[in-house]
């Protein structure tokens, strides 16, 4: 009985080392997948290596980097904190956990985990970095608790006097035409930043205190209609990549009242180039304020800002008060677009319950930072799933809805379908819920990792049946050529 008993206990143990072998070969599998940046894939291995053994802290730890590249910091954090349940000294799950309550805003708990991180690496430069970086917001925030009051705060528009804000005698770059916005200086400012130089602070201030006034007198729901012989073109994120927004405009044609566009959010951050983006969109829409759209992204709001490299370049290229006066600007961006009566446009997706009614979202009152939850948050921040119900977001945000939540908030607004943007898709699109939810994203080789295409779409008032057009990215130098910056073109 005893030979039996040890035998089975053998057997037992070449099983589970059996296991941990195949683990391992999943994890190296997924490792090269993650060098290779294919972080789906990657994810997929570690998750397979983590069914033959789920007790492994380096496994949930590196599943968990794979999720915050991606940016399903919701997810990354769980498995963060999974790691340490397993083993609380390994040092990398404080490092991971931190990562995504950073992403997360949750400034305070990162702050926790970067200083155990730093007592026990005391030489790793990054890691000091990131602990400086993040105790300065700590402390940034808690002094703008200390100072907030009831009084109205006050804009950085009345600070400014823009009149006597001199343009010195060497600045040889685009003017606007007795302080407004011509197709003429569009083309020149385009150009000048295609060449990488700087827009004068003057130009920039009073695109900003226009658009704020424009903006401000728009509902949190635009409602258009396109005439049946009339299109037009919906773009996804663009993410500070400036030369491809030129390419768009170059493949598809400049903005004009022919030609009309809407930009569905996330038009800053990740790229170097968030603030030529966000002047050259901007200003196309004081030039055709009735053309060109402009909604509001997860990323137009502080904390992304502050994370995510917006904040440090205007603060490297302008001022930190100009950035607070992107911030009262973005404020303002509209939510959500309606197309026809038929198509909905938002940034993120669908809603946390049921019952939301487009009253609803224009009775929204958008002149804030987006709060935790609610229709608001949903808009810029949710996802679709395959699956039927909703489900905790990956981003740890707002929540992921499927087919029948969809099916049911169109057949209560009387709509067709929605298109939102929010997340990279390989082929720049994808059409999900039976052709219900389609998802655009123009920010092709995302991040200079990705290698995704990206994408626009075309409706025509004729019949709305959505047209997608794909493109690659584009190498960011002053080199390329555009026909569009010819300034004898039309």
């Not at 998750?47 to 053994?53: F, G, R, S």
């Not at 590196?62 to 999720?67: E, F, I, P």
């Not at 921040?381 to 908030?409: A, H, I, L, Y």
Request: proline share 4%; hydrophobic share 35%.
């Amino acid at each position: 009985m005893a030979n039996g008993t040890a035998t089975t206990a053998s057997r037992s143990g070449e099983k589970m080392a059996e296991g941990d072998k195949n683990a391992e070969k999943l994890k190296e599998k997924a490792n090269h997948c993650f060098k290779e940046k294919d972080y789906d894939n990657a994810i997929k291995y570690y998750t397979e290596a983590l069914e033959l053994n789920p007790a492994s802290a380096i496994y949930f730890s590196n599943r968990s980097l794979a999720y915050l590249r991606t940016e399903c910091y919701g997810y990354a954090l769980a498995d963060a904190t999974k790691c340490l349940e397993i083993d609380k000294n390994y040092i990398k799950g404080y490092y991971r956990r931190a990562t995504s309550n950073m992403a997360l805003g949750k400034f305070k708990a990162a702050l926790k985990d970067y200083e155990t991180v730093v007592r026990v690496r005391p030489n790793d430069k990054d890691a000091k970095m990131k602990y400086q970086e993040c105790n300065k917001i700590v402390k940034q925030k808690a002094f703008e608790r200390a100072i907030a009051s009831d009084e109205i705060k006050k804009s950085v528009v009345d600070s400014l006097d823009i009149e006597n804000m001199m343009i010195e005698d060497e600045y040889t770059g685009p003017k606007l035409e007795e302080g407004k916005v011509t197709m003429r200086f569009m083309k020149e400012m385009m150009e000048c930043f295609k060449d990488q130089k700087k827009l004068h602070r003057k130009c920039a201030y009073q695109i900003l205190i226009q658009v704020k006034e424009l903006l401000s007198k728009l509902p949190s729901l635009i409602e258009i209609t396109v005439k049946e012989t009339e299109k037009m073109t919906i773009c996804g994120d663009t993410h500070g990549q400036f030369y491809d927004l030129l390419n768009i405009f170059e493949l598809n044609g400049l903005p004009s009242e022919t030609n009309p566009y809407l930009f569905n959010g996330d038009f800053v951050d990740r790229g170097s180039f968030s603030l030529e983006v966000i002047l050259t969109l901007f200003g196309f829409k004081l030039l055709l304020p009735d053309s060109f759209y402009l909604l509001r992204g997860n990323h137009e709001t502080d904390n992304m800002n502050q994370m995510y490299g917006f904040e440090g370049e205007v603060k490297a290229k302008y001022t930190a008060q100009m950035f607070t006066l992107f911030s009262e600007v973005f404020q303002w961006l509209p939510l959500a677009q309606c197309i026809n009566g038929k198509v909905l446009v938002m940034h993120g997706g669908l809603f946390s319950e049921d019952g939301v009614m487009l009253d609803d979202l224009r009775k929204i009152d958008r002149n804030r930072q987006p709060p935790d939850s609610g229709p608001m948050c949903d808009l810029l921040w949710s996802d679709p799933q395959p699956q039927n119900g909703r489900s905790v977001s990956k981003r740890g945000v707002s929540c992921q809805f499927g087919p029948d939540v969809t099916e049911r908030f169109l057949d209560q607004n009387k709509l067709d379908y929605i298109i939102r943007s929010h997340e990279v898709k390989a082929e720049g699109y994808e059409v999900t819920h039976s052709g219900k939810c389609i998802t655009v994203f123009s920010a092709p080789n995302y991040c200079d990792q990705m290698a995704n295409k990206g994408a626009y779409i075309h409706l025509r008032g004729s019949d709305l049946k959505p047209e997608f057009h794909q493109f690659t990215a584009v190498v960011s130098t002053s080199d390329n050529n555009f026909d569009i910056l010819n300034p004898d073109q039309p």
